[in-house]
């Protein structure tokens, strides 16, 4: 049998040079095959480049390397790994993850789950109406131009506070803190501020006999950003806690996790709590910002949505209903994931006992890092993967399954639970945005494709210029 060990491309101190491996590692793929190892600092990590690989050692060889191998960043962050997303597989894992599953899409065994389920979706309609609105009112108000980022991104957090702690926020006096924050500062120390610190780079991750060594600046740093989020979310927590305890009906995830509190501590409590804002709050804007980009762009593209949507709803608002009827919809969704996933590598894992992968031995104490950028880039999987073209997944040379082959959501025991809400409120806002809006981006738009640190978020937001399919309204005055 093959032993990587031959193979090995000595790097060192390769994430503290670039902020975008996730490339980098594509193009040595090219050169040494989809499955490598490289050596940063004492620490040996492999890196799979391939969707079958990436299958194998999600679902296939899963028992071997279900366990997360975060970054010190990633450990004080997410409070030791008690996030569903980030905690490694065995019991607490199936009990976190059930929680997540019964709160938004079981029907509970009471009458709540029902009304649970029909709150959810109430607030995700009203949320994308938000959006329409107000961008339609950018038009009447004669804007040339419009962003899209920042009113969805303002929906989507007052979302994730109603479908998490029960209510929107728009403002808290925080105690600990002694600072009384607006929403824009709670978006910022629970959003913002931990997805930077999530990808700092501590030199002694990669020399674990050097724990020891102070490295001050950026201990204080991520102990700065927990402790804040900490504070607003108990802050937020107790509020709540204290209208329940006063006998108001409360719906929401916060409420199904204080029916389960003898299971969790404090600090779990508060940990799932944020997850599920912070979560709402990211990957669905990202999804969504690059569809919409791309069907500007495309304007062949964006009629076909269009007359798919003219089909499929006629005069009626387009909703969660329709989608089932949607396939090109369906297609644009699974194509910007392929294209623009969110996350492009996976948060390494460790390999607790000796196993294989693509035929290579893979000793235990060895790190896995699956580069989603490099599966989702494969001229094996894919035809012209350089090409955003949502028909792929129409073509008869494609099934249903490959929809999942971006593996966007994970896969096997480990796949995202909250991948079916972040479906519906991305195809259900780019197909109302569609169904009210003929987008076209502002001339030199094109070009702006530049993306956020370790992610594919687009560093600049959209800007383009809409016109109302109904009215006829439209912001093209300048152009």
Not at 60 to 82: C, D, E, H, V, W
Not at 160 to 178: C, H, M, P, R
Not at 337 to 352: A, N
Not at 393 to 421: I, P
Request: charged share 25%; net charge negative.
């Amino acid at each position: 049998m093959l032993c990587l060990a031959s193979h090995w491309l000595e790097i060192c101190f390769l994430q503290l040079k670039e902020k975008k491996p996730y490339s980098t590692f594509t193009k040595w793929a090219d050169v040494h095959g989809p499955i490598y190892s490289i050596k940063l600092g004492s620490s040996t990590m492999v890196v799979l480049n391939s969707a079958e690989l990436a299958k194998e050692a999600l679902v296939t060889k899963f028992s071997s390397i279900s366990t997360r191998k975060l970054s010190s960043a990633l450990t004080t962050l997410t409070s030791n790994k008690a996030l569903v997303a980030m905690c490694d597989y065995g019991e607490y894992h199936k009990m976190v993850k059930k929680y997540v599953l019964s709160s938004l899409w079981e029907q509970m065994l009471s009458n709540l789950g029902l009304l649970y389920q029909k709150l959810n979706h109430h607030h995700r309609d009203a949320m994308i109406e938000n959006v329409v609105n107000f961008l339609s009112s950018k038009i009447n108000d004669g804007c040339y131009l419009v962003e899209l980022r920042e009113p969805f991104q303002s929906e989507l957090f007052r979302l994730a506070l109603k479908q998490s702690i029960g209510k929107d926020v728009e403002s808290v006096y925080v105690e600990e803190l002694g600072v009384t924050l607006s929403k824009k500062e709670i978006f910022q120390i629970l959003v913002i501020d931990p997805m930077m610190g999530a990808i700092e780079v501590d030199w002694r991750d990669f020399f674990p006999m050097l724990r020891w060594v102070p490295n001050k600046s950026m201990e204080m740093k991520i102990q700065r950003i927990a402790t804040r989020k900490r504070a607003v979310t108990k802050t937020l927590i107790e509020a709540q806690r204290k209208e329940i305890a006063h006998g108001e009906e409360i719906n929401c995830y916060l409420n199904y996790l204080l029916s389960q509190e003898q299971t969790l501590t404090e600090e779990q409590l508060i940990a799932l709590v944020w997850e599920s804002i912070i979560e709402t709050s990211d990957t669905t804007l990202a999804t969504t910002e690059w569809a919409m980009y791309e069907l500007a762009k495309n304007q062949t593209c964006q009629d076909c949505l269009h007359k798919e949507i003219l089909e499929v709803c006629g005069s009626e608002k387009m909703t969660e209903e329709h989608l089932q009827h949607m396939p090109y919809l369906n297609a644009v969704f699974h194509e910007t994931l392929r294209f623009h996933s969110p996350v492009p590598i996976i948060p390494p894992r460790y390999v607790h006992e000796d196993t294989q992968l693509g035929g290579y031995n893979i000793p235990a104490g060895t790190d896995i890092i699956i580069n989603i950028y490099a599966c989702n880039m494969s001229r094996t999987d894919w035809e012209e993967p350089e090409e955003w073209k949502p028909e792929r997944f129409l073509s008869d040379k494609y099934e249903q399954v490959d929809m999942y082959k971006t593996m966007t959501f994970g896969g096997g025991k480990r796949a995202c639970a909250g991948s079916l809400q972040a479906m519906l409120i991305s195809c259900t806002a780019i197909g109302r945005l569609v169904q009210e809006f003929l987008w076209k981006l502002k001339d030199g738009e094109e070009e702006n494709t530049s993306t956020m640190q370790l992610t594919t978020h687009k560093l600049y937001p959209m800007l383009a210029c809409i016109k109302s399919r109904l009215s006829g309204t439209s912001s093209e005055q300048s152009y």
